[in-house]
Every structure is written in C-alpha cells, then in structure tokens.
C-alpha cells in the first residue's frame, strides 16, 4: 500500500514524493553539490532538494538519456534495497492484530483462488493454503465477515505466525454464483480506474482494494467467498450509489475521483459508493451508461444523476481540468455547505497535476485547440493550498475557458517519475488502456460543442449520456427526489422546484435528447406532456414561437407526431406562431415524411400509435393538392393518386364507409382534369 493511501485531507502540507526520492547518501564530491544547491530556490523543502541533486548526479553519471527526455529513468539498486529493508522492518516490529484470536488453531484448508486482470479480461487460478475462523465477526446487510489467514505462495515454511491478515466475505442469502465473480470483475475495473485516476498526479494518490474469490472445493457444495486484506483504521464512506454524502466524510479527493472516472470514460461510467480507510477503499459501484452489469447497484444514467446533484467541484477537480455539471442557481445555493466543507481542506496541489487527456481529438475549430490542449499537457500551475482560494472550490465560478485559453501559453510536457515506469509490460498494458478512453467533458457548452464537429455527422439527437443524466436529473425533481424532507414526506407539488427541473431538461434537450426536446416543445405550446407534468409556462407569443421551434427539432429527428403538428400547422396556421406563415408545401413535406415514417426515430423509437392513422394524413394531403394556395401548385391529378391511395388504406383498416367517400373524391379529382 502506499504513502498516500493511508493519509487523510487533514494532513497540512502533505507532499508525496515517489519512492526512489528519498534521501540517499552517495560517494560524490561535496564541492559539486554545495555549487549546485544555490540554483535551487530556498523555498524547496530538505527531501526535495535531495531528490534534485540526486537526479543530477544520475545524469552526470549517464543514466538519464541525453537525447530523449521522455525515456525512463534507471532506478538506483541502492533505493530499492532501502525501501525493501524498510518494508521488512516496518512488518517484523509490527505487532499482529489478530493475535489473541488465535486463528492458528484453526484447520489449515486448501483453496482455489480466482483472480481476474481487469486489463485483459481474464482470470486466473492457483491453490492457496488457508485458516478461517468457524463463526463470522461481523456482518452488514447483505454479508457477513470471516477473519482468515494465508500463506504466500513463496513461503518455504508453515508459518502461520507470519501469515497475512485477511477478510473472506460471503452472501448472507444465497445467490448465483457468477454473482461473486461479478462483483470481483466490478472492484478490479473500479481499480483500474483508480490507477488511471492516479497517472494524472493528483495531489493525493487512491487505491482500491484487490479483491478476489477462494473456493473450498473440499467443503459440501464448494462454497465461495471474497477474499481482501485487512484493513486497520477508521472505515468512513465517503458518497453512496444514490447521492448520498456525509458532512464529516466529504473530502475532496473522493469526490473528484468519482468526478473524473465519469469524464475520463467519455461518461460511460462513473465510479461511486467510495468507501475505506483513508484513500485505500473497497467495495465501490459502476454506474454505467446503458445501467447493464455490475449487479443490481448500478443504476445507470440515474445513478449519474444523484451523483452530481450532490457534487460541488473542488480544486482537485479544477487541477486536472475537470468540467463543472451545470446546475440551476437554486442548487447551486444548496451545496454551499459542501462547498465550505471542501474548502477547509488541507489538501495541498503540488502545480505536476495533469490534466485530463483526450488524445484522439487533433483538428482545428473554436474549441479544437482548447480541447487538444486539455488532452496533450498538464496545465503549469503554481502549488496552491486548499486555505489559499477559496474561490476555486465554487462550482458558480466559471469552467476553464477556451477562449481564455487561446491566449494562454503552450504547456510543457511532464516526465514520468521512475515509480511510474517500474514494470515495462504493465506501464504499456496501462497505456493501452489510456489509449482507448477518450475524455469528454461535464459541461453542456462543451458538449454540444464537441457534438457539432466530430460525433454528431449529421445526427442532431441521440448519443449523449450527459444529456440523458440532465433528463434523469429533471425527472428526480419532477418526483420530489430532491424536495426538502417535508415536502417529500408529503407530496406536496409546491416543494418540487420546477425552475430546476424545466433547467435539466432545457440541458437535455440542447444535448439532444429527443424525449426532452418533444417534452419541452409541448410544453411551451400549452400541450399535454408526459415529463414534468406538473411544470407550466406562461403563454406568450415568444414561448409559442420556442415551442414551434423545438418542435421542428423533433420532427427532423424522426418524431412521427412532430411531423403531424408541423404538417398541420403549417396547413391551417393554428399553433405555428408569430415567425411563421401559413405554407402548404412545407404541410405537404410534412405531410409525406408523417406518412412514409414506418422505421425508427434517431433514438431508436417508433410511434406506432394509430391516432393520426396513415389513410387521414394522405386525405389531408390530397386536399391541400387539390385547392392549391400558399405557395403549392394546384395539382388535381396528385390530389386523385392520393385520394385511391387514402381509400385502399382505409379498406385495408375495415373503413368501408371512409374509403367510398375517398374514392368518390378521387374520381371528382379526375373529372376536374378533364
């Protein structure tokens, strides 16, 4: 486990330094370094200033590349054997904890343990020799603990005196058992996540526990349990998989982390429940976006949305570039507490975050440059404590800025510290795994922006998670999710804060989700709507000509019954609003598109509701070509095709008397030719 994860927010002026820089005594000559050490400024503490004449000496000596600054640093043998001999020491005089439980009596079992490498989706098996205790110590809601001890695989003896600390777990009630194995694949993706989050040099490093399955195949029914270190110290949950966070647990280290899984995946997914000692946590969930895996806690785009309701970005946010969730003012003023909370934290930035990166995005455009510079560099930053600004932590202030950016500075590149490169074939399996993530940011601006020059092509709805966590978001509100207690406790429809709920879902629609686009559209045309039923606007001249406009919006992503409104209101001028006259060639576009709309919408939905049935629109159709007027051409033959293509729909739905009445136009229709 390392330094940083076992360090609290409390900790003042905490600056982690890699393993490889600590002070180390070398056969060099003293004059060299006394002439180098007033190049450093005096601010640098003691350790630092080792660290810096120690890398020099390393490039004297050649073992830095004088060429490439990118290639790894050779670690001196001499500090790994120091940390090595520490590490011994610290677990020789450190007294068991669990001593008096006496767990060596207990039988010695042989196990399969299942591991599974979340970066190349397999797992593997070995045989683990083990003790357990008989009786549980502990349980929560839905599992119950085990104390049990394990040998190393390379031990060459038995024992047990210095065996390994352990917890099995095991479901209180039965359940499949791909459940166990599920949740194992949930906490080492939940991992890898961790140490994607720590490559950007955060000022505090997280890790989540490994985790993983024994089975007694020697035992009635070849039981499983999860298998995780020990941990001491005080267990604190810091978010939950509902929103939910507590005072004295908010940190900013956790929050920012679940912040950036959700960037980092392009919002695929988000990591919450963050709970443990310190930043060595266990037992996390995956919200992904479509909700599937991950068991029953995921909650999807849902889950998404009680995360953010409850986030207020804090400077770690801002260090590694992460974009603010937009929020109405109104729960902008909620989260003050959380933003006070954050910003009495002792956290220190080191100015070496890097920010999040998005390496797949290098054209130009407003905010090309922006974006490519927020993905390639780390932004140059002076170290900066948490007491200092207390601005940085207000989710009001504004996002970083491509506009301001474009006048700023190019950044340099950073070097990877020797820790980072201490194993070749996992640093490169990690980089593939960088590789494949493309960030995205949490801004609606940004969003919509990255939509029009590369992921839209042509698509105007459809496609973006964050949209549909801004939809979540005003449904919650809609429910009373987020009412005060007593306006929950009671439904009561005054408690439900409306302005919140019609902001998400103005959010959702820029973003292009067609349900909030229908909704809102309807809405400001005094229609019936489905989402947000409750919500009302004023009827004026301007929300009608708004709501004409989103209802177009609808109509060009496939929506059957926007076609119909449009159709029709371009045909008798009800509902078309004051920037628009009546147009028959647009009612009969609108028409024909109504007509012929037999696949699926650009979200994949089909309204096959059968009030507006195909043979009435071709009727409609055929009379607006039959009189002529505004701007179309009278055209009685047209009017006469459609009139029989009206009456044999009509036949084909059990319409006798309709259809005779539409073949009966149809023949007038030939005789006006005539």
Known sequence: MSVSSVLSDGDEECILLPLTEIEVVEEEDESSDSEEIHEIPSSV????????????????????????????????????????????????????????????????????????????????????????????????????????????????????????????????????????????????????????????????????????????????????????????????????????????????????????????SSHNIIVVDIQGVGDLWTDPQIHTKDGTEFGDGNLGTKGM????????????????????????????SNLERAQFLQ???????????????????????????????????????????????????????????????????????????????SSITREQEHEEFARRQVSRPSCVTLEVNLRRMSLCQGQITGGSVLGEVHLEMAKYHENGRFAPKEGRSLLLEDSVDWDSAIFHLEKAAVCGVLEAIVALARMFLQLPHDVLEGAHVEDTEDNMNRGVDYMRMAAVAGDRSAMIYLANAYHTGVGLGTEREIDWVE??????????????????????????????????????????GHGLERDPERAAELYNDAAEQAMAAM????????????????AEME
């Open 343 to 421: 910003t009495t934290s002792k956290t220190v930035l080191r100015g070496s975050e890097e920010i999040v990166v998005n390496p797949r995005l290098r054209s130009t455009g407003d905010i090309t440059l922006f974006l490519r510079q927020r993905s390639d560099s780390p932004r140059s930053s002076p170290r900066v404590s948490e007491s200092e600004d207390v601005s940085m932590s207000s989710s009001i202030s504004p996002p970083f800025s491509p506009i301001n950016f474009i006048h700023e500075d190019p950044f340099e590149p950073r070097l990877r510290s020797d820790s980072e490169n």
């Open 587 to 628: 009612a009969a576009r609108w028409y024909s598109q109504a007509i012929n709309q037999s696949g699926e919408d650009e979200e994949g939905c089909y309204d096959a509701t059968m009030e507006d049935p195909a043979y009435l629109l071709i009727a409609k159709q055929a009379g607006i070509y039959r009189e002529g």
């Open 45 to 264: 503490s003691n350790q630092r200033r080792a660290s810096i004449l120690s890398a020099r000496r390393h490039r004297k000596l050649g073992t830095f590349a004088s060429q490439q600054a990118s290639e790894p640093v050779s670690i001196p043998i001499k500090n790994w054997r120091i940390a090595i001999k520490k590490a011994r020491e610290f677990v020789k005089f450190t007294p068991d904890a669990w001593a008096k439980f006496g767990l060596e009596k207990f039988a010695t079992e042989t196990a399969t343990r299942h591991r599974y490498n979340a970066l190349r989706k397999t797992w593997l098996e070995d045989d683990v020799l083990v003790k357990m205790e008989d009786e549980p110590f502990d349980h929560g809601a839905m599992r119950e603990c085990f104390r049990l001890k394990k040998l190393s695989n390379f031990s060459k003896s038995l024992d047990w005196n210095r065996a390994s600390n352990y917890v099995a777990k095991r479901y209180i009630e039965e359940v499949d058992r791909s459940v166990y194995f599920e949740d194992v694949k949930l906490q080492m993706d939940a991992k890898l996540w961790g140490e994607e989050y720590n490559r950007h040099d955060p000022p505090k490093k997280v890790d989540i526990m490994q985790v993983v399955i024994l089975e007694f195949k020697d035992r009635p029914g070849s039981p499983l349990y999860h298998l995780e270190h020990f941990i001491e110290g005080k267990y604190i949950k810091y978010n939950s998989n509902s929103g939910f966070v507590e005072d004295e647990a908010l940190r900013c280290t956790p929050q920012a982390f679940s912040h950036f899984t959700f960037e980092r």
């Open 655 to 670: 319409k006798g008397r309709l259809a005779s009445k539409y073949f009966a136009f149809a023949e007038e229709c030939w």
């Open 305 to 332: 949305a009680l995360y953010f309701h409850s986030h207020s970005c804090n400077r770690i946010c801002k260090a590694l570039n992460l974009t603010p969730f937009d929020l109405s003012n109104s729960e902008i």
